[in-house]
């Protein structure tokens, strides 16, 4: 088992920074792909980033050059930075793991997940 916890969600102005954490429970965490989803208010969840266990980072196209993710496997933690906020960056945001390949462009290949982190971008 694998318990995940995000923080860092707030309410920011358009243009500005957030950063996102999740914080893994398992010791060898640094042996699992990890990734950040999310979902807007009647849309579907979309992933927003992945990093596999040796550094591999994957970004969707809408957040390339302006959200970065990394972690740490000494703190077993897994980090977003997200700046150039816009309102289109508004959702709840879930970290997610999964053994094996990451996969960016679905959910369902990952075993665990937080409970999500609110980002509200005003614009």
């Known amino acids: 088992q694998v318990q995940l916890v995000e923080s860092g969600g707030g309410s920011v102005q358009a243009g500005g920074s957030l950063r996102l954490s999740c914080a893994a429970s398992r010791a060898d965490y640094s042996r699992l792909c990890m990734g950040w989803f999310r979902r807007a208010p009647g849309k579907e969840r979309e992933g927003v980033a992945t990093?596999?266990?040796?550094?591999?980072?994957n970004y969707a196209e809408s957040v390339k050059g302006r959200f970065t993710i990394s972690r740490d496997n000494t703190k077993t933690t897994l980090y977003l930075q997200m700046n150039s906020l816009t309102a289109e960056d508004t959702a709840m945001y879930y970290c997610?793991?999964?053994?094996?390949?990451?996969?960016?462009?679905?959910?369902?290949?990952?075993?665990?997940w937080g409970r999500g982190t609110q980002v509200t971008v005003s614009s």
């Open positions: 997610a793991a999964a053994w094996g390949v990451c996969d960016l462009s679905s959910g369902f290949r990952y075993s665990y």
């Open positions: 990093i596999d266990s040796y550094g591999t980072t």
